[in-house]
């Protein structure tokens, strides 16, 4: 489903700032794989994404997302195919829009509405917006009317979900989406993203600090260090394999220690 | 005084359309859009020169087309060629002088008083007598206001209220911040050159200066109105605008009453939009000296 092959980025270049963020990174992911994301700070993780998102382009390497070359699409068009969410909650709802108007929106990505610019909500489409509100049993599909600025961060990371998903994407790019949360709030978040991803069998990508869920959601666990994928294990070598386990696994793949604050202090 | 209300009523449509296009370049798009004054000489000149040709009515859509074209240039600027946002304004309507100049063909151009205007054609059917031009001016601000309403409405719309809004998201939900800000100035300065179409019919000439000071004026009739109505869904943040204008040029016209001359305005225009926009500024202020002064007296008794 997606293919990275050998994608490279250096920020400042020729200067004393230069900073080689990813380097020749390849991976390939197979349809309904689930892989967590872990390693040391300023690995490359949240740039890696970025790279497969098309915030910027990368300098070399190619990227195939369901057979289709986005190696030079724009980010909106990627778009399409990409749903993401971000650790901040802010960043991914219209904070004085409606619940319903986000939603609109977020439903825009299907190219049968891509054309239809003068089309407005209709009606059934508000009920299929209010059934799927229901399935996040946050009370939201009472308030469609509201402006989602007036929802808690957990709400609105749990809207943002409901919008990258509402029309299935191909590829799902969670970084540190439950982060910034509560740790109530964001256990429900990560309970619903895993309902989510189960139901549409979607393809996902998760940045996670958390060495438990690496280990525990999905079906992959891959370790970046110094703009690399350092380890990937998965199947039989994957299974009961201990967060101690894990670590030296990767002291034999990076040469060295884990070095994340937020993985040491969130133990 | 009757005939003063009216009058008051009728420039406050008039005007009424550019504070709904910086309600869309500037409140829904956050996008400060200096094109307005050239654009609105811009219209007053097409309508002017189209109307001497002969064709008032065609005027208008022709005084609509050359404002978007303008708000087309200042956002291909800012999104394509990274000119800043405000800079790409200014730009734009710093050539748009040179144009309206050619389109006028010198610095005026008065409507002779044989020549028709949509408002004399009104006023020539002859069914509503002395209100003929308030009509005129109310059914087509009306019309522009609910088509504003129900674009805003629209998936086009949202996307672009969206974009002013929060730009990660937008590129996040697939839709191109560059094509939206690019329909968003282009109907904002169709809006504009509109109302300058339709103010060069109503004084009967348009002149180089018309557009002076326009956007100042047209932010201070927004400012107004959503201060008294608020904020709210699109059709309440629209009439607010209407309001705002009418009130604006309601005051206008009473201080030409009371012989203040029209030029001192543009200061009392200047000091409500510049205070209006200060003001959660000055209130932080106000909030840490109070403090300060509450820490300090509290010091001074320990002592």
Redesign the interface.
Known sequence: MLKLDGISKTFYPGTVNEKRALNRVTLHLERGDFAAIVGSNGAGKSTLFNAI?GVFFADAGAITVDGTDFTFL????R??QI??L?QDP????????TIE??L???Y??TAK??T?????VSREEKNFFRDQLALLDMGLEDRMRQPVGLLSGGQRQALTLL??TLVPPKLLLLDEHTAALDPATAEKVLSLTKDIVARHKLTCLMITHNMHSALALGNRTLMMDAGQIVLDLKGEERRGLTVEELLRRFRAGAGKDLDNDRILLSE | MLIVLQGALEQGFLYALVALALFLSYSILDIADLTTDGAFTLGCAVSATVCLAGHPVLALPMAVAAGAAAGFVTAFLQTKLGVPSILAGIITNFGLYSINMMVMGGANRPIGLKNQTVFTLAQGAGVLGGWAKLAVAAVIVLAAGGALVFFLGTRLGLSIRATGDNKDMVRASSINPVFTITVGLCVANALTALSGGLVAQYMKSSDINQGTGMVVIGLASLIIGQTLIGRGGMARCVAAVLLGSVIYQLFYVAALRFNVPGEYLKLIAAVIVAGAIAMPALKQWAGLQKRRHAARRHRGGER
């Open positions: 998102a724009p980010e909106y068009r778009s399409r749903g993401r971000f802010m960043r991914g709802t219209a904070p004085n829009m108007e986000n609109a929106l977020a825009l990505r509405h891509q239809a610019f003068f089309s407005r919008m990258a």
